[in-house]
């Protein structure tokens, strides 16, 4: 049975940083796309960040490029989401995304295996 475990989330002020770990099991996804996504109350989930199997590519929301990095670490089984300068409107909860199926990119990607999430809360 496939698990996708979430942790890192947590309170943090403006302008903090956090790093959310997934790790995964049940199955080895080093030859597949991984990523994170993200739903904040009242809103529908939505794209954050991806990686594709080796790290070499990375694809992120324009919400949160050049304050997230995503990176992986296939040994582990291990995706993580370094947030860097975290705003109000970043508050969510967070999921990871494992197999994505991407296209030409990730962006809209379908996603066969989901984590059950970690909040993500940022206080002004």
């Known amino acids: 049975q496939v698990q996708l475990v979430e942790s890192g989330g947590g309170l943090v002020q403006a302008g903090g940083s956090l790093r959310l770990s997934c790790a995964a099991s049940g199955r080895t996804f080093s030859s597949s796309a991984m990523g994170w996504f993200r739903q904040a109350p009242g809103k529908e989930r939505e794209f954050v960040a991806a990686i594709n199997w080796s790290g070499g590519v990375t694809y992120y929301a324009n919400s949160v490029k050049g304050r997230f990095t995503i990176s992986r670490d296939n040994a582990k089984n291990t995706v993580y989401l370094r947030m860097s300068n975290l705003k109000p409107g970043d508050t969510a909860v967070y999921y990871c995304?494992?197999?994505?199926?991407?296209?030409?990119?990730?962006?809209?990607?379908?996603?066969?295996?989901w984590g059950q999430g970690t909040q993500v809360t940022v206080s002004s």
């Open positions: 995304a494992a197999d994505l199926q991407c296209g030409a990119s990730c962006f809209d990607a379908a996603v066969n295996y």
